[in-house]
């Protein structure tokens, strides 16, 4: 090797170990925000948006979609899992922002207004999710086949109108993907059959008060203490100490 080259070499690690203690300093500092209600500065964000797309792509481009996604009853059961699962963070026909929504960043999609996207692209990203963005991997929880039906809902969401939705999640079956299933605060899926108002199906709007669950009552009795707990989104909930039941040991 000669002189020449030997100092290209060390000149090279040099700037490489350079580059790599900036970084570092840079990470241990904490200069950088990562509250969700700061942006992204523009490289940040275009780099990330890139790697989420073309990952998702390359992943997408092995699947295969079921050839029956216009089947109206598979449609019609995709909707009442949205609506119990997604409708919170990617909004219905006619729906405004709610709290989940405007808190969330990146800001998740509206998909009633969005155009249509590759079936295997959404079928991939409601099953496993995306990192640090809010975006569940329901495919913990979900098999395949209703996945594939909220996929078949997804394409004809963008073309419904506030009625024609409420219609639909009424008619869906409501919350059912074989198991596992909960329901989401402030969600009610249940439509009474006398009301003919299939607008009982829509979320509450968080963003305005709503009730919470009473807190329990202490029985009539000999005073006890109360123990409280927090909820997350900052509720205090009481609940009487456990009661005695006689068997106190006398010393």
């Known amino acids: 090797m000669t002189l020449m080259t030997r100092k290209s070499v060390l000149a090279g690690s040099i700037a490489v170990a350079a580059a790599v203690m900036a970084v570092g300093g840079f990470v241990w500092s904490g200069i950088y925000n990562v509250g969700a209600d700061d942006t ?3 490289p940040v964000y275009a780099m990330l948006q890139m790697v989420r797309d073309r990952s998702i792509t390359a992943r997408a481009r092995s699947l295969h979609p ?6 109206p009853a598979l ?13 919170g963070c990617h909004l219905g026909p006619g729906m405004e922002a709610t709290e989940l929504s405007k808190g969330l960043y990146p800001t998740p999609p509206n998909l009633s207004k969005a155009d249509v996207i590759d079936p295997s692209h959404h ?25 594939w039906n909220m996929v078949a809902f997804l ?41 003919g108002n299939p607008g009982n199906a829509m979320p509450k709007d968080e963003s305005r008060p709503h009730d ?15 123990v409280e707990h927090r909820h997350a989104d900052g509720t205090v909930e009481s609940h009487p100490a456990p009661a005695d039941n006689g068997d106190e040991h006398h010393h």
């Open 40 to 42: 992204h500065t523009r």
């Open 66 to 71: 079921p050839p029956n996604l216009d089947d």
């Open 75 to 87: 449609i019609r059961q995709g909707a009442g899992n949205y609506h119990a699962m997604c409708v």
């Open 123 to 147: 079928f991939w990203v409601i099953k496993h999710g995306i990192k640090a963005s809010g975006m569940p991997a329901w495919g913990k929880s979900m098999d395949d086949p209703y996945i």
């Open 155 to 195: 394409q004809v969401l963008p073309n419904l109108d506030a009625g024609q939705y409420q219609s639909m999640v009424a008619s869906s079956g409501g919350h059912a993907h074989g198991g596992g299933e909960s329901e989401p605060h402030g969600v009610d899926l249940t439509v009474s059959a006398d009301s």
């Open 212 to 226: 919470h669950p009473e807190a329990a009552v202490v029985p009539p009795g000999p005073t006890a203490a109360a």
